[in-house]
């Protein structure tokens, strides 16, 4: 689109513009109030410093955090530390409590790699809506291939069960990795990142390739 040629005239009022102005002012004001109710140093002074830079950065999820920091003690709560710090500062700002309690209590405890923490507590797997996936994929799965799958044993599962649909998705819509288990149909791209939720959730480090896009997961210390 090109902007209409020439000068349009405008004509505000004195009226108009204190009008908003103090639209302005009750908008800040609406704003800082807020922001006055996330977490500040003093607030959460009882906290090791990783668990304060985790509230205060959370900003308005504070509750869902907090909430999830205090479910927990002894090493499930640096799990749970290593999780928060694991998702990125956007993530940490509207992630659900829900979401937080099911990646962290479907997945067996182990050291806390780079490789266990980014690669299978971490319910973020690319751009997707964050929603509840793991434990719907154990129920599910579990029957069919066991408590300790391999990898092939989910890559079979998936191509079995999880039809391939790129024709009814010709925008690339994202669909969550709960929704293609409930629909048992899905685009190429969210059958990939249902596979990689699969693995993570069953204790195998899988991503999406950073390069390439594909799914991968790791074999004897390779991906």
């Known amino acids: 689109m090109l902007p209409v040629p020439g000068d349009i005239p405008v004509n ?4 108009a513009t204190a009008a908003n102005k103090v639209r302005l002012a009750e908008e800040d004001a609406i704003r800082l109030a807020y922001k006055a109710t996330f977490m500040t140093p003093e607030k959460c ?4 410093a990783r668990e304060q830079d985790l509230l205060i950065g959370s900003m308005g999820n504070w509750r869902d955090i907090k909430a999830f920091i205090d479910s927990t003690t002894g090493a499930e709560r640096e799990r749970a530390v290593a999780l928060l710090g694991a998702i990125s500062r956007k993530d940490l700002h509207d992630t659900s409590l829900a979401v937080l309690q099911d990646a962290l209590q479907s997945v067996e405890p182990a050291k806390l790699t780079v490789e266990y923490v980014r690669y299978i507590l971490n319910p973020r797997i690319n751009s997707e809506f964050l929603q509840p ?7 599910v799965l579990t029957p069919a291939i066991g408590e300790k799958p391999s990898a092939t044993d989910i890559i079979a599962w998936v191509k079995e069960n999880i039809s391939l649909c790129d024709e009814y998705n010709p925008i690339s819509l994202q669909t969550t990795p709960a929704g293609v288990l409930r629909l048992r149909m899905a685009d190429k791209a969210s059958r990939n990142r249902f596979f ?3 693995c993570r959730t069953y204790g195998i480090a899988a991503r999406m390739g950073e390069m390439s896009g594909c799914p991968q997961y790791m074999n004897d210390s390779e991906w």
């Open 133 to 139: 996936y793991r434990t719907q994929i154990r129920a």
């Open 12 to 15: 505000i009022t004195e009226e």
């Open 196 to 198: 990689v939720a699969a």
């Open 45 to 48: 002074a009882g906290y090791t």
